[in-house]
T-cell receptor
């Protein structure tokens, strides 16, 4: 069936460096994507989203890139900080215009080294 | 962003008993609420979708008689794990959706002993 997956299960970066977390999706009907951050023992926290009519969207220290040709999504975190250590999930929603029912990727554990 | 409160944050229960988890949208009306289950080091898996005033829609493989969902108002949905067993131990997370974005609760850690 359709699925969302990640290339890297773990990622370690030095504090201050930039982080790039990747996600591959297979449902070509999905037109809305979200990145979530989940700290241990907590629920997912919304980071940034992007619709399929865009290929890039920037937030505070974060940028999401969408390549529909190869069905690839990435999250870039600039100047990574210790507080960024968490598991990051991409999620897709095939229902145009709403972030309701989501399919989550497998997650990437980001560890920020001092 | 909107606030979704989930209670309790953790619970330990004996095998065979039932546990109720509440999910409240505090500052908006949630027409739809979702319940997810997450095992350690795994992703969130959707269990069911509930719309206010109607029966929940369960994902394939999720027993509706075991995981009872009630969405009696636009601000409250409950998940009851009936006759819990150790294999039901997991992290349960709800999300609430108004018109567009879905907001997540902080999760409930259920341990069945």
């Amino acid at each position: 069936g359709e699925s969302v997956g990640l290339h890297l299960p773990t990622l370690s970066v030095q504090e201050g460096d930039n982080s790039i977390i990747n996600c591959a999706y297979s449902n070509s009907a999905s037109d809305y994507f979200i990145w979530y951050k989940q700290e241990s023992g907590k629920g997912p926290q919304f980071i940034i989203d992007i619709r399929s009519n865009m290929d890039k969207r920037q937030g505070q220290r974060v940028t999401v890139l969408l390549n529909k040709t190869v069905k690839h999504l990435s999250l870039q975190i600039a100047a990574t900080q210790p507080g960024d250590s968490a598991v990051y999930f991409c999620a897709e929603n095939p229902s145009s215009g709403s972030a309701r029912q989501l399919t989550f990727g497998s997650g990437t554990q980001l560890t920020v080294l001092p | 962003g909107a606030v979704v409160s989930q209670h309790p944050s953790w619970v330990i229960c004996k095998s065979g008993t039932s546990v109720k988890i509440e999910c409240r949208s505090l500052d908006f009306q949630a027409t739809t609420m979702f319940w997810y289950r997450q095992f350690p080091k795994q992703s969130l898996m959707l269990m069911a979708t509930s719309n206010e005033g109607s029966k929940a829609t369960y994902e394939q493989g999720v027993e509706k008689d075991k995981f009872l969902i009630n969405h009696a108002s636009l601000t409250l949905s409950t998940l009851t794990v009936t006759s819990a067993h150790p294999e039901d131990s997991s992290f349960y997370i709800c999300s609430a959706s108004g018109n567009t974005e879905a907001f997540f609760g902080q999760g409930t850690r259920l341990t069945v002993v």
